[in-house]
């Protein structure tokens, strides 16, 4: 048997696609140094993919333990729909009933990410008629430079081709990260700046928005 393999998410993967959003949420690395709830902020970065699309993900093994994932969706309408109208209302439930805000750490960064918001720090041109795909990509520390996010890559471009879906767009705030995307022939679409990590980073954040092309 491969050491490698990139196969379709299946429910069992949850738990382990969960933790590994923890793990590298701070481009690439732990997300305990911007927030203290893992519960939270796994739902907050998966649950829409695990439980409402999970057809739409991948993972990889390596040496028979799930070393990686993408999350996807087709259509990112439908996933902003869910997400604004089902999963915040529940998670801002959540939160209350876990006491998360009373949290100094968790109080600054959701403080901080509503003030960005506010300040319409994440307003994008709408890329869903284009581009109406989207995904995540996250592997382990241990797991990167082998050409795993490739194969990952190649595993959901060609499930996107199969379903005809026009493009797939996505954003990230890691360098590493964005020349990963170029190499996997994306362009970048939209750069825009947030401050929703200064209180950590000493600066702004660039999140550059990548696209790619398709079907014609
Ligand atoms: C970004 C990521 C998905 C790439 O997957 P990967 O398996 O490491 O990448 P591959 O081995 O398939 O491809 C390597 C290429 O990606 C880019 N790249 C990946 N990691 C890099 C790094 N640390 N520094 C510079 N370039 C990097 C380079 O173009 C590299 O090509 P090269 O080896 O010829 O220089 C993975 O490293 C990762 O999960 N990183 C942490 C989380 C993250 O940044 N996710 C991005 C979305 S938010």
Redesign the pocket.
């Known amino acids: 048997m491969q050491a490698e393999t990139v196969r379709p998410y299946t429910k069992e993967d949850r738990q382990a696609v969960r933790a590994i959003a923890w793990q590298?949420a701070f481009?690439?690395?732990p997300a305990s140094v911007f927030f203290d709830d893992e519960e939270l902020l796994a739902d907050l970065l998966t649950s829409y993919f695990t439980d409402h699309e999970p057809q739409s993900c991948f993972v990889v093994e390596d040496s028979g333990e799930v070393a990686?994932y993408i999350t996807g969706s087709t259509y990112v309408r439908r996933l902003n729909m869910v997400f604004f109208f089902e999963i915040l209302p529940r998670l801002a439930l959540k939160a209350f009933f876990r006491a998360a805000l009373l949290n100094k750490k968790n109080f600054a960064f959701l403080l901080a990410l509503a003030k960005s918001f506010l300040n319409g720090e994440f307003a994008a041109p709408d890329l869903s008629r284009e581009y109406p795909a989207t995904l995540?990509?996250?592997?382990?520390?241990g797991?990167?430079?082998?050409?795993?996010?490739?194969?990952?890559?190649h595993a959901y471009l060609g499930y996107l081709f199969d379903k005809k879906v026009a493009g797939v767009h996505?954003?990230?705030?890691?360098?590493?990260?964005?020349?990963?995307?170029?190499?996997?022939g994306f362009g970048v679409l939209h750069v825009q700046e947030r401050t929703y990590l200064k209180h950590i980073t000493g600066g702004n954040t660039r999140v550059y928005i990548f696209g790619k092309k398709i079907t014609l």
């Open positions: 590298t481009m690439g690395g990686g995540h990509i996250n592997l382990k520390e797991a990167r430079r082998k050409g795993l996010g490739s194969k990952l890559m996505m954003a990230t705030m890691s360098e590493k990260g964005a020349s990963f995307f170029k190499k996997e």
